[in-house]
């Protein structure tokens, strides 16, 4: 790959953080604001609101139904809009292994480790402190990292963080959503309607084909999304799996290869006419030469990263805050019981603790066997820092939470979102403070 599209891909990496950074605070201020109103004497009013019905009818079809019952505003956001979610998420899985930090095994061996040790070890703390109980049904609610939150608070300290910590992060944070994903899919499908699961293999299978083909159109595959969409949500598969299958048909390959763009562009600005600055209006040649490029321009960002960075701006501050604002209101006395217990305690326990020990302890172990090495700029401190910043595990384990108790207990549900909230801020106040010790205290030039 040419050294022009790789630094298009690092660039496209550093818009990422940027994103997912400003997504990060705007999560913050959305999950505490979602506690207030669910602990205020609007509570009812808050609660009351997500049972609302949506739809989107044609005749006496309703996209967003389930088994011919209307989804609730809950449902929606859940189902629907966390299908965008994971699409997003699917997309930077697919760029990553493409061309990113998991596209080479030497590459992609340390946080593919870490994550693996990120994983096992809160299920097992998980597990030995709820075994026997109902809780033990939220098994997976620890597992997974989130990147928003951890890379917000990794701004914080500016230029001071090196970027082979960055990377690492994000890294092993991508896995944890393969994970997650893994998870999702085979842990949480109800009983499959096989006629409605094959009918969304068949699309798949078209979509495949259509990016083999060279199958260049945006919307054809949004379009086509959307129905793969609706057969998962009616097979019993989760809906949200259907994002990510989707997210990896998108052609990452570019219509128009960049040195041929830069060739036509070269081209058009040599026969752009002599511009008359006693007029306010192009010539219709002028225009045409305008479109070309413009045309051209189009055509030499691919499919995926188009959609990515697009859907940036969507997931960041529209569904994810808005999910957050839907799944963090838990009423903290008195009401439906939804004060601190078993799970509450496992999920903390398991996000602080396990998460530290388990990226932790499996990086040491794959440097320590010289499987790999730590990347330049890297030390076992902020490691360590790091390794405590895996434990904010919000948007993914709030979801699983979701999956986990939604539709069985009430109580268990307020219960494990308590720990997943408790956690994320103990575990981030906690990497915070260690990497504000052992970071460099001034700016010392790098990025």
């Given at each position: 790959?040419?050294?022009?599209?790789?630094?298009?891909?690092?660039?496209?990496?550093?818009?990422?953080?940027?994103?997912?950074?400003?997504?990060?605070?705007?999560?913050?201020?959305?999950?505490?604001?979602?506690?207030?109103?669910?602990?205020?004497?609007?509570?009812?009013?808050?609660?009351?609101?997500?049972?609302?019905?949506?739809?989107?009818?044609?005749?006496?079809?309703?996209?967003?139904s389930h088994h011919g019952e209307p989804l609730t505003l809950m449902a929606f956001i859940n189902d629907a809009l966390m299908a965008v979610f994971f699409f997003s998420v699917g997309l930077e899985?697919?760029?990553?292994?493409?061309?990113?930090?998991?596209?080479?095994?030497?590459?992609?061996?340390?946080?593919?480790?870490?994550?693996?040790?990120?994983?096992?070890?809160?299920?097992?703390?998980?597990?030995?402190?709820?075994?026997?109980?109902?809780?033990?049904?939220?098994?997976?609610?620890?597992m997974a990292t989130d990147i928003a939150f951890s890379l917000g608070v990794l701004s914080l300290f500016g230029r001071r963080v090196p970027l082979s910590l960055k990377i690492f992060l994000t890294a092993f944070a991508v896995v944890d959503d393969i994970g997650g994903i893994l998870v999702i899919a085979f842990g949480y499908t109800s009983h499959l309607a096989a006629g409605y699961l094959w009918a969304a293999v068949g699309v798949l299978a078209v979509l495949v084909a259509a990016n083999?083909?060279?199958?260049?159109?945006?919307t054809f595959y949004c379009l086509a999304g959307i129905v793969v969409w609706y057969l998962f949500l009616q097979s019993g598969v989760h809906a949200t799996i259907a994002g990510v299958l989707v997210a990896f048909t998108i052609p990452s390959i570019?219509?128009?290869?960049?040195k041929k763009y830069i060739a036509r562009i070269r081209d058009n600005v040599a026969e752009f006419p002599h511009f008359d600055k006693s007029s306010i209006l192009l010539t219709p040649h002028q225009i045409d030469i305008l479109k070309s490029i413009e045309s051209a321009s189009d055509?030499?960002?691919?499919?995926?990263?188009?959609?990515?960075?697009?859907?940036?701006?969507?997931?960041?501050?529209f569904i994810m805050p808005l999910f957050a604002f839907a799944n963090a209101g838990i009423t903290l006395a008195g009401g439906d019981g939804a004060m601190a217990g078993?799970?509450?305690?496992?999920?903390?326990?398991?996000?602080?603790?396990?998460?530290?020990?388990?990226?932790?302890?499996?990086?040491?172990?794959?440097?320590?066997?010289?499987?790999?090495?730590?990347?330049?700029?890297m030390n076992w401190r902020n490691v360590a820092g790091v390794s405590l910043l895996g434990g904010i595990g919000f948007t993914v384990s709030l979801f699983i939470a979701n999956l986990s108790f939604g539709a069985t207990d009430a109580v268990l549900l307020g219960q494990a979102k308590l720990g997943v909230l408790a956690g994320t801020v103990l575990a981030g106040i906690l990497g915070y403070v260690v990497l504000r010790l052992t970071l460099p205290k001034e700016d010392d030039g790098r990025v």
């Open positions: 790959m040419s050294k022009l599209i790789r630094k298009t891909f690092d660039y496209a990496f550093l818009s990422f953080l940027r994103h997912r950074v400003n997504g990060g605070m705007v999560l913050v201020v959305v999950a505490v604001l979602a506690m207030v109103v669910a602990n205020s004497p609007w509570a009812d009013a808050y609660h009351a609101f997500w049972s609302h019905p949506v739809s989107l009818q044609v005749g006496g079809f309703n996209l967003f899985i697919k760029r990553e292994v493409l061309v990113g930090e998991l596209s080479s095994l030497r590459q992609a061996l340390l946080p593919i480790i870490a994550a693996v040790g990120g994983m096992i070890v809160p299920v097992l703390i998980y597990f030995l402190m709820t075994a026997g109980s109902p809780a033990a049904k939220g098994l997976a609610i620890p083999r083909m060279r199958v260049m159109s945006r570019p219509c128009l290869e960049v055509k030499v960002i691919s499919p995926l990263q188009f959609m990515e960075d697009r859907m940036h701006g969507m997931v960041n501050y078993p799970a509450t305690y496992a999920v903390a326990v398991s996000l602080v603790l396990g998460k530290f020990a388990g990226i932790y302890l499996f990086t040491w172990l794959a440097v320590r066997s010289g499987a790999t090495a730590l990347p330049q700029g």
